[in-house]
């Protein structure tokens, strides 16, 4: 069967691509929701360096997606099921001890990968989580990946902090320190979870953590910390962090920044902090972001996040949405019908 591939070419054009599809073990999925993420719009604006955008182009974009099963010829899944599609492409070779996400020679979608801009898209089984609409709300399931990310961020802040966990700070007012800060709030329900940002009217979302700031107090003190600031923004929030967190914090870095950032090496000795670098997510963490999102309270919290950005039909459409991102304080979701 021939697909059709929507590829980034050049920053913002789209071009259409044939391809002969293999359906041998595969589950044949059709993209129903997506939304963008800041990675999807630097390719898409041409905002990466010209090396990396000749070696990552032509491609298509969106990694966070959920879809229905046409046909499975795995065997796994009912048709219509509805799953969510995981962008992870794992490696030939299993590194013992190593998250997927982290493995050597393992790809992702949207990255030098063709992502699910695509009429249909042949998966792995182990590439699909199934998940129960209970709440008529489907596209608040396609936003799965980024929390997914919050999960896998929040399992190794966990596995690498001491027990004291009275106070965490997140720094960041965005998509991913709403979500950080809720998967916290969700799994460590007896810890006090204070949110630092710069814009009250996003702070305002935050309304199920225990603190907000724009301004941190002077005498203000915290046991650890997620940097969810990234870009231009990351410097600051990493100097705050090693000013204010209490000695022997543990620190997660989740932001991304195009730039090298200094940081404070004498005071993170002089705390005994530890640094913890987390990115992407893998399957565990797909199936534990869907049971959250099938919880009411956590899906409803989740739906304050999402704008709805218009249908995709056409290739124009998809220039459209692109646009529309740019005017949401946080996610736009869109309903994929090409």
Not at 149 to 156: P, T
Not at 292 to 321: A, M, P, Q, T, Y
Request: aromatic fraction near 10%; hydrophobic fraction near 40%.
């Amino acid at each position: 069967m021939i697909n059709c591939i929507y590829q980034l070419t050049s920053p913002g054009k789209i071009n259409l691509k044939f391809e002969d599809v293999n359906f041998k073990g595969k589950v044949i999925v059709k993209p129903r929701y997506m939304s963008i993420c800041h990675a999807d719009q630097r390719y898409y604006r041409g905002r990466r360096s010209r090396e990396v955008l000749k070696k990552k182009l032509p491609m298509a974009l969106i990694h966070e997606c959920c879809g229905e099963v046409l046909e499975d010829y795995s065997n796994t899944f009912s048709v219509g099921s509805k799953v969510v599609l995981i962008p992870n492409v794992l490696s030939d070779v299993h590194q013992e001890g190593i998250f997927e996400n982290y493995q050597k020679g393992s790809g992702f979608r949207s990255s030098g990968i063709d992502g699910f801009m695509q009429e249909i898209v042949a998966m792995d089984s182990n590439r699909l989580v199934p998940f129960n609409d209970y709440y008529g709300n489907e596209k608040v399931f396609a936003i799965t990946e980024m929390i997914s990310v919050a999960v896998h961020a929040v399992e190794r802040f966990i596995s690498n902090s001491h027990e004291k966990k009275e106070r965490i700070a997140v720094f960041g007012d965005g998509n991913l320190g709403f979500l950080v800060s809720l998967v916290l709030k969700r799994t460590l329900p007896n810890s006090k979870i204070v949110v630092i940002g710069r814009h009250e009217e996003k702070l305002a979302h935050f309304s199920f953590a225990d603190q907000t700031f724009v301004d941190i107090p002077e005498n203000f003190e915290f046991d650890h910390s997620f940097e969810c600031t990234g870009g231009a923004g990351c410097s600051d929030a990493v100097d705050k962090i090693i000013k204010f967190i209490n000695p022997q914090g543990t620190v997660v870095l989740l932001g991304v920044s195009e730039e090298k950032v200094p940081i404070n090496t004498r005071n993170i000795l002089e705390k005994g902090l530890t640094f913890v670098g987390a990115s992407r997510s893998g399957f565990n963490d797909f199936v534990n972001a869907v049971k959250f999102l099938e919880e009411e309270k956590f899906n409803r919290r989740v739906c304050n996040l999402i704008s709805v950005g218009s249908k995709v039909n056409f290739i124009d459409d998809i220039h459209k949405v692109f646009e529309e991102v740019l005017n949401v304080p946080f996610k736009l979701v869109f309903e994929w019908n090409m």
